[in-house]
């Protein structure tokens, strides 16, 4: 329950204005000032003449348009916030002052003796640090307050949902158009945007045929399929289980989508004893029946779900099939991001059954971070009271501020947390697909959500008079002068790795994960800490003066002693620890223990070798979390109207995903050119030890932009097919390691015909497997088509065969079928397998006269 102390100080700051009673006159003209400014956003330049001292930076506007019929008096103490997820060094304006509140939040208020008249408009100029290449960056929901005033959003910034994609809508933000200033940054940057011409030319080089033969994905390592009569699962299936129960493929045998109680047989097998891979599969399938064998249930529920699949596009009468099937690695997992905007329990129970239904065996479900807290810690319940909510209240005690466009009232889609009936329901759902959750908890940076919850549990049991209760989990020290900014530019972040509390704090949350699994019938096998970019606290903080001292004077090594004891915590607790690459690379290898995962999520072409061999040498578990293979809330294609960040590269395409070697890592800069698009050679340093091998691959979707499930489906599907993929089955063009061995670009030794083959049999079975998803409700990208006009006609091709293309030229929409006489621009879409949904709109025009 929680504490009746904090509930009344909650009901205090909610209930009284700051400066006297509410005049309801004064409510309403700010109400109206907020229902009708107008409010544009602009990225103006990425190359601008920088002002002294800023740069790099790039220049962005917001102009402010006050209707003539707006209020000519507005209430006292007017201000305006809005969320700026780049470092904001200076502002210029006539009117406005603007101050960094924390994170992205930005304020602006008025100058003296300024006023926004009625009729009147203001640009104000934000030079940023670095650069804004895509609208995504651009965050919704700017509002106003005023003294004593609820805060109100900026209509005009309030998000919408497109109706033909399902996608989000800024319609504040401008357009961007002009590429010569707004795709790069410098001359050195060689990006170019992925225009509908420029992508016709790709997919003429990558162009498929479209799906026949076996469709499964991720490919089997053999598939044959025979002749003679057809296997009719349209009759039904009569199912006999040996050696497995029901309920342990219970959700694969549902997805097959067969009435049971016919007359084909259909036997499942599960022999421990078999010769057969764990995971691994043989299934036989003819006239006469069905017979699948495998070493245990992920097996058998393997076997049933490519049955699924090629039984959905053969419309249930298959032509003869024979696979044997197994893993290439242990470990092929999703993490996705729900701390920095929140996605329910219905959206992750529905990715659980697509993940299983392309043999993902792992969730890394991130629970925490700055901007939020999503998961029910019964002990503590301020962490999700408080924690997992962003509203307009300066003081924090009944949420966190609204960082990234959350809006002032607390009521949008990126609040929430999982209850434990909730996560407990995740567990479960999971583990009968055999996938293994893995909660992750970010600290000791990453922390803000946690800080802010246990201050206000601090307060509360203070002014109750409860001291020692109040300290029990206080996670900073306040006598800490040390001032710091975090990457994503908060000041306050970080866990004091110096205090007792902390350490009851971590125990606490553990077990109550602990606890969850149990109850789930699951055992919580892995804890991840994060442990990633630690901001650089404590070292002012009278309580951390013994530790450093202890450390030589070295507050850098506060972090690795904080990990180091945490892990030896789990692993008492039989728990092994996992981290990002960057925190666990700097911990003492003695003292941590002996099993221990880490993600590596070092750039491809700036740290990923270094940390993956290094990490590899130490004898722990590697996951590859690389950002060019997995960062998925990076973009598909260099382009403003693609969504995602982009610090660690401009273009994650499913072609690259696809194309990844993860046994030779200095192998892909034959591939995969670094961020500024330039093709550049990889050392292999530190070289790889013998017989060291991953343990697998994860996709990343961290959530920063990402605000709608409909958005996470997007930047999810089709990519997650390339990388369930490159974890279950080789890459036959990747060449045998060598230790010492570096590559470049274009580099001969990579088979790039046998990639380009492969490539087109993959994107055939993309196709294939659309209507799937379209069944399960998810809402992959429809790739936007590309196109030219030559010659007078307009030409049209796609990503993936047999996808429906429509153009218009003013008119309605028509089908496209082959070239057409066109006379001016045109403008084009593709729609999705279903047809209930469409791409973005390319536009292509003819090429100007001499």
Same mark, same amino acid.
């Given at each position: 329950m929680r504490g009746p102390?904090?509930?009344?100080?909650?009901a205090l700051v909610v209930a009284a204005p700051a400066f006297g009673q509410v005049q309801p006159s004064a409510q309403a003209t700010l109400d109206q000032l907020a229902a009708m400014l107008g409010y544009r956003f602009a990225v103006v330049d990425n190359r601008p003449q920088c002002p002294a001292g800023?740069?790099?930076?790039?220049?962005?506007?917001?102009?402010?348009?006050?209707?003539?019929?707006? +209020? #000519?008096?507005?209430?006292?103490? %007017?201000?305006l916030y809005f969320s700026f997820v780049d470092r904001l060094p200076r502002v210029e304006s006539d009117v406005f002052a603007h101050q960094l509140i924390n994170g992205d939040l930005q304020r %602006?208020?008025?100058?003296?003796?300024?006023?926004?008249? +009625?009729?009147?408009?203001?640009?104000? @100029?934000?030079?940023?640090?670095?650069?804004?290449?895509?609208?995504?960056?651009?965050? +919704?929901?700017?509002? %106003? !307050?005023?003294?004593?005033?609820?805060?109100?959003?900026?209509?005009?910034?309030?998000?919408?949902?497109?109706?033909?994609?399902?996608?989000?809508?800024l319609r504040f933000v401008a357009p961007m158009t002009d590429e010569a200033r707004l795709?790069?940054?410098?001359?050195?940057?060689? &990006? @170019?945007?992925? !225009?509908?011409?420029?992508?016709?030319?790709?997919?003429?080089?990558?162009?498929?045929?479209?799906?026949?033969?076996?469709?499964?994905? +991720?490919? *089997?390592?053999?598939?044959?399929?025979? !002749?003679?009569? #057809?296997?009719d699962l349209t009759r039904g299936v009569a199912v006999e289980f040996r050696g497995v129960a029901r309920e342990a493929v219970a959700p694969a045998l549902a997805a097959l989508g067969v009435a049971e109680g016919g007359?084909? *047989?259909?036997?499942? @097998?599960?022999?421990?004893?078999?010769?057969?891979?764990?995971?691994?599969?043989?299934?036989?399938?003819? #006239?006469?029946?069905?017979?699948?064998? $495998?070493r245990d249930a992920a097996g058998a529920s393997h076997a049933l779900r490519s049955l699924a699949?090629?039984?959905?596009?053969?419309?249930?009468?298959?032509?003869?099939?024979?696979?044997?099937?197994?893993?290439?690695?242990?470990?092929?997992?999703l993490h996705i991001d729900l701390g920095r905007n929140f996605h329910g329990r219905d959206q992750i129970l529905k990715l659980i059954e697509a993940i299983a239904a392309y043999k993902l065996n792992r969730l890394h479900l991130h629970l925490a971070d700055d901007e939020g807290w999503r998961i029910e810690i019964p002990a503590l319940p301020e962490l999700a009271a408080i924690g997992s909510k962003r509203c307009h209240d300066p003081s924090e005690v009944t949420c966190l501020l609204p960082q990234l466009g959350a809006g002032p009232d607390g009521t949008s889609g990126v609040n929430g947390y999982l209850s434990t009936a909730d996560y407990i329901a995740i567990l479960k759902a999971a583990a009968a697909r055999q996938i293994e959750v893995i909660p992750s908890i970010d600290m000791p940076g990453h922390s803000r959500a946690a800080i802010v919850a246990m201050e206000a549990r601090h307060a509360w049991l203070s002014a109750a008079g409860k001291k020692d209760a109040a300290e029990r989990y206080r996670l900073v020290d306040p006598a800490d002068a040390t001032q710091y900014r975090s990457i994503q530019n908060y000041n306050d972040n970080t866990l004091n790795v110096c205090l007792p509390s902390t350490y009851r704090f971590v125990d606490t949350v553990v077990d109550a994960l602990v606890a969850m699994h149990r109850e789930a019938g699951v055992p919580l096998r892995i804890f991840h800490l994060g442990a990633d970019e630690t901001a650089g606290a404590w070292a002012k903080s009278p309580a951390c003066a013994k530790m450093i001292a202890e450390n030589g004077g070295d507050t850098g090594k506060l972090t690795p002693r904080f990990i180091e004891r945490v892990a030896a915590g789990l692993a008492a607790k039989g728990i092994r620890t996992a981290g990002w690459s960057d925190g666990m690379g700097h911990t003492d290898p003695a003292r941590m223990p002996a099993q221990v995962q880490t993600n590596i999520w070092g750039v491809l072409h700036n740290g990923a070798i270094r940390e993956a061999h290094d990490q590899l040498n130490r004898g722990w578990d590697v996951v590859l979390s690389i950002p060019d293979l997995g960062y998925f809330d990076m973009p598909y294609a260099p382009h403003?109207?693609?969504?995602?960040?982009?610090?660690?590269?401009?273009?994650?395409? &499913?072609?690259?995903?696809?194309?990844?070697?993860?046994?030779?890592?200095? $192998?892909? $800069?034959? !591939?995969i050119r670094t961020t500024f698009a330039e093709p550049k050679a990889i050392e292999d340093k530190p070289v790889l030890e013998a017989g060291q091998k991953i343990a697998g691959v994860q996709a990343q979707l961290w959530s920063e932009t990402i605000r709608t499930d409909a958005q996470v489906d997007y930047m999810l599907f089709p990519r997650l097919f390339a990388l369930a993929e490159r974890g279950w089955t080789p890459a036959p063009w990747t060449p045998p390691y060598q230790a010492g061995a570096n590559y470049r670009w274009h580099d001969p030794r990579v088979d790039a015909a046998l990639l380009t083959r492969e490539w087109r049999g993959f994107a055939g079975r993309v196709t294939a497997q659309l209507p799937l998803l379209d069944r399960m409700g998810i809402a992959y990208r429809v790739t936007p088509p590309g196109a030219r006009i030559a010659g007078g006609k307009l030409e049209a091709n796609s990503a993936f065969p047999g996808m429906v293309i429509e153009y218009r030229m003013g008119d309605g929409w028509k089908h496209y079928a082959g070239p057409v006489a066109v006379t001016g621009a045109v403008e084009l879409r593709t729609r999705s397998a279903d047809g209930k949904r469409a791409s973005r709109i390319v536009r292509v025009e003819p090429a100007p006269r001499d």
């Open positions: 102390g904090w509930a009344a100080m909650a800023l740069d790099p930076c790039f220049l962005a506007t917001i102009t402010l348009t006050v209707p003539a019929t707006a +209020p #000519a008096q507005l209430p006292e103490g %007017l201000a %602006l208020t008025l100058k003296p003796g300024a006023a926004l008249k +009625p009729g009147s408009t203001h640009v104000i @100029r934000l030079w940023g640090t670095g650069a804004n290449f895509s609208k995504a960056f651009a965050m +919704p929901n700017a509002y %106003l !307050t005023a003294d004593g005033l609820a805060a109100r959003t900026i209509v005009a910034t309030r998000p919408a949902i497109d109706p033909d994609t399902g996608l989000e809508l795709a790069t940054k410098s001359d050195a940057d060689k &990006t @170019r945007w992925l !225009t509908a011409e420029r992508a016709f030319d790709l997919y003429v080089a990558q162009q498929a045929p479209g799906a026949s033969g076996v469709v499964i994905l +991720p490919k *089997p390592v053999k598939a044959v399929q025979g !002749t003679g009569a #057809a296997v007359k084909l *047989p259909l036997s499942i @097998r599960v022999d421990s004893a078999s010769p057969i891979a764990p995971e691994g599969y043989r299934l036989d399938a003819s #006239a006469a029946g069905i017979v699948i064998t $495998a699949q090629q039984a959905a596009f053969e419309q249930g009468r298959m032509r003869p099939l024979t696979i044997e099937d197994a893993p290439r690695y242990g470990f092929r997992g403003p109207e693609e969504g995602g960040y982009n610090w660690a590269s401009r273009g994650v395409s &499913t072609h690259q995903v696809f194309g990844f070697m993860p046994d030779n890592l200095p $192998a892909n $800069a034959a !591939t």
